[in-house]
DNA sequence: TTAGCTGCAAAGTATTTGCAGTGGT
DNA sequence: ACCACTGCAAATACTTTGCAGCTAA
């Protein structure tokens, strides 16, 4: 099993638009602009953090910044469809990343119970609930590990 | 390994006063309160959920329920010290719970990406990482694997 | 007695919502 | 033309912080 292998901008602007066909949405310019800067991501963003990079972008483009009002509603409208995968590492703020080509991609992380350090971790165990959960009916499936504890420093 | 085996009563209040010791903080009336109506929790809470649990305990005992500044200052205590563990499970409030005893306790969650629904799991895999934070000088360590998609009803 | 801790109130940050206007399809 | 979507602004939710008085050790 391969980790951290993102959807291509491809395969994310087509899953993009077969979601917005069945849903009665449309593509918007700030929609495009919010997933070219996401796609553009190298890191986990929150949604200011993704604002700020669709900024920097619609300079390039000729069209204007989008809200942040704007990026929270389609931040919840990109990880509903599964384009982007909610990421929640201890903080106090949402960070979402863009979602892997496999449906058993997962993130191992440390976080330090004292000081908040975060590491991310190479190691890859697939679960076997994961087959469990498919056979109850879910879909589409994600899964995460993360660990907590004190760091060697605290 | 076992799961969902939480601290005793006893395990806590003496985890608790061990700590204190340590860092030179107190056993006060509110720190009590709190712990006492955490380790009654059947569920993980958030921090207004223990604070109303705190109200409850508050009227058997002669003290006054605390103030939800002193229930999130404590919260934080209680998870620095490994009293209580921070769960986030894809919501937007951070909820937390007891501790195990086990070092190596965890958690298995399914999140729904589209209503939220949280369906928690009981199939337990131990992951090699941990031997290799524990390697690394990590202590203390609880790990939580999470399951994120959609749920047969979305 | 001396800090650590608390309650209260105010500030700060994150996220959501109402609404009128704009723009995809 | 219809209706989803956007920007703006206000509202809401969650969490943190400052400070003066209280109290455990």
Redo the contacts with the bound molecule.
């Keep these: 099993m391969q980790c951290h292998h993102r959807l291509t901008n491809e395969e994310a602007f087509e899953r993009l638009s077969t979601a917005?066909k069945r849903?009665?949405?449309?593509?918007?310019?700030?929609?495009k602009l919010?997933l070219e800067a996401a796609l553009k991501a190298k890191k986990p963003f929150?949604?200011?953090g993704l604002m700020q990079m669709a900024e920097a972008l619609s300079e390039t483009e000729k069209s204007?910044?989008?809200?942040?009002?704007?990026?929270?509603?389609?931040?919840?409208?990109f990880n509903e469809i599964g384009l982007l995968a909610r990421v929640d590492v201890g903080g106090?703020?949402?960070i979402y990343e863009v979602s892997s080509k496999e449906q058993d991609h997962h993130h191992h992380y440390f976080v330090c119970r004292k000081c908040g350090k975060t590491e991310a971790l190479e190691a890859c165990s697939m679960s076997p609930v994961e087959s469990v959960l498919k056979k109850k009916g879910y879909h589409g499936l994600t899964h995460r590990l993360e660990f907590s504890g004190l760091c060697p420093g605290c």
Tied chains: 1, 2.
């Design positions: 917005l849903d009665g949405a449309r593509l918007t310019a700030p929609r919010l929150s949604a200011e204007a910044a989008p809200d942040l009002a704007t990026v929270y509603r389609n931040l919840a409208y106090e703020t949402a």
